[in-house]
């Protein structure tokens, strides 16, 4: 029976995995659940992930959740996976692990609280909240500050000294990603200072594609939506579902 | 070269390694790093970890943090570690990484901050915050929840319905123990619905004991000196770094 991957493009954890599928090319299929719609609370899904949580995967009798590890667990179980996305070496493995870790505590919370607080909160129903937005911005930048100084020291593309992609790199990137809904200014002002994080994004961009632009044309296509928006002065959508479920 | 654990006992992930390598034999040289006294962020340590954080291993060329990635890189490297730590079959693997995320976006939060807001911040130069006390209470209540009826489902002694511990019981064992240090009742309070997470932390304390007991004395200690400062009305003792740093 083919990997089943049951997502919604619209959370950044969901993309990675299926761009790292497609880019490795892992039959798969995809299973929309529509987190604006609260698919992922639905009693069928919740036979699948009792968390209520995307992305999940279906192989054969595994029924994995967490992004972090259905990347490892591909990488693992598919052959044709190439050795630098998750190496055999124990300390590059080791070190992965390390900034998948580390992304949890710091990138995650930054990036995913600031977009939370200070620009999708009213189309989800609740309202935007300075202080929790500043205290994640202060997570972000101190986050972006060690992006640029500690993991992407050297001259390599990719995280680590690597001169090729981890699964690490296509996670955090993802992650970084969801701040293009952000205002195209507050964007640039968060990111200008780190020139090596925004290099190495275009470097895993370029990596994976086409299959990058392709699962981000949800992203790309609500970020011209928040921007007209903004334009007209109004936030009165219907919930677009934007917040990461994993 | 042995291996050097740098640690304070008083931060939860650094008793999770400690007691890891004695229950299996792994020799090593424990380097203390008084977090009360800030020496995590010492010239000297940040050569060796330039993010200032415990616990922290050399082992050989490789440095490396972050507590999990630390159990999963000793489980592959020393021969003597038993299978069920960490397990070579791919799903059982899956799902200890599964089982490791969650904790980083639930338990942890819950935890750390339950008991930063609600006992430790006096004690760190900072105030009580009823507030966010309140909004971990609610993250560590529904991550107790999800542990009883969900991670620790069916009679197994262990998580997903192992009867042998996982690198995951231990690390997420030694999270909860730091609620050690709160008023009794109040310990009481939380635990007592979750039975299963009470016999949960008791089984994984008798799998690692006599370990288990004699690292995590100084967070007994602490909690008598606590409970006598409770009683006394007082909370005037100098900083004594209970934070986790991982």
Same mark, same amino acid.
């Given at each position: 029976m083919k990997l089943k991957v049951y997502a919604d493009r619209m959370s950044q954890p969901s993309r990675a995995v299926i761009i790292f599928c497609k880019v490795n090319g892992i039959e798969f299929d995809e299973v929309l659940i529509i987190l604006a719609k609260r698919q992922q609370l639905s009693p069928e899904f919740k036979e699948i992930n009792p968390l209520g949580k995307v992305p999940t995967i279906v192989d054969g009798r595994l029924k994995l959740f967490e992004s972090h590890a259905i990347l490892i667990y591909l990488s693992s179980a598919?052959?044709? !996976? #190439?050795?630098? @996305?998750?190496?055999?070496?124990l300390s590059k493995r080791a070190k992965i692990h390390s900034v998948l870790d580390w992304h949890h505590s710091n990138l995650r919370p930054g990036a995913a609280g600031y977009v939370m607080n200070s620009v999708l909160a009213p189309f989800l129903g609740g309202s935007l909240d300075s202080k929790a937005a500043a205290e994640a911005e202060q997570i972000l930048t101190k986050s972006l500050s060690t992006l640029e100084?500690? @993991?992407?020291?050297?001259? #390599?593309?990719? =995280?680590?000294?690597?001169?090729q992609p981890s699964i690490a790199d296509l996670s955090l990137v993802c992650e970084l990603m969801? =701040?293009? !809904? =952000?205002d195209e200014k507050d964007r640039l002002r968060l990111f200008s200072p780190y020139k090596k994080v925004e290099e190495w994004i275009e470097n895993t961009r370029k990596a994976t594609q086409p299959h990058f632009d392709v699962v981000h044309k949800t992203l790309y296509g609500a970020k011209d939506k928040f921007e007209k928006q903004r334009k007209m002065g109004t936030t009165t959508v219907s919930k677009p579902g934007f917040q990461s479920k994993m």
């Amino acid at each position: 029976m083919k990997l089943k991957v049951y997502a919604d493009r619209m959370s950044q954890p969901s993309r990675a995995v299926i761009i790292f599928c497609k880019v490795n090319g892992i039959e798969f299929d995809e299973v929309l659940i529509i987190l604006a719609k609260r698919q992922q609370l639905s009693p069928e899904f919740k036979e699948i992930n009792p968390l209520g949580k995307v992305p999940t995967i279906v192989d054969g009798r595994l029924k994995l959740f967490e992004s972090h590890a259905i990347l490892i667990y591909l990488s693992s179980a598919f052959p044709s !996976v #190439a050795d630098h @996305w998750y190496p055999n070496d124990l300390s590059k493995r080791a070190k992965i692990h390390s900034v998948l870790d580390w992304h949890h505590s710091n990138l995650r919370p930054g990036a995913a609280g600031y977009v939370m607080n200070s620009v999708l909160a009213p189309f989800l129903g609740g309202s935007l909240d300075s202080k929790a937005a500043a205290e994640a911005e202060q997570i972000l930048t101190k986050s972006l500050s060690t992006l640029e100084t500690f @993991w992407l020291k050297g001259n #390599a593309k990719f =995280l680590l000294g690597s001169n090729q992609p981890s699964i690490a790199d296509l996670s955090l990137v993802c992650e970084l990603m969801q =701040l293009q !809904v =952000l205002d195209e200014k507050d964007r640039l002002r968060l990111f200008s200072p780190y020139k090596k994080v925004e290099e190495w994004i275009e470097n895993t961009r370029k990596a994976t594609q086409p299959h990058f632009d392709v699962v981000h044309k949800t992203l790309y296509g609500a970020k011209d939506k928040f921007e007209k928006q903004r334009k007209m002065g109004t936030t009165t959508v219907s919930k677009p579902g934007f917040q990461s479920k994993m």
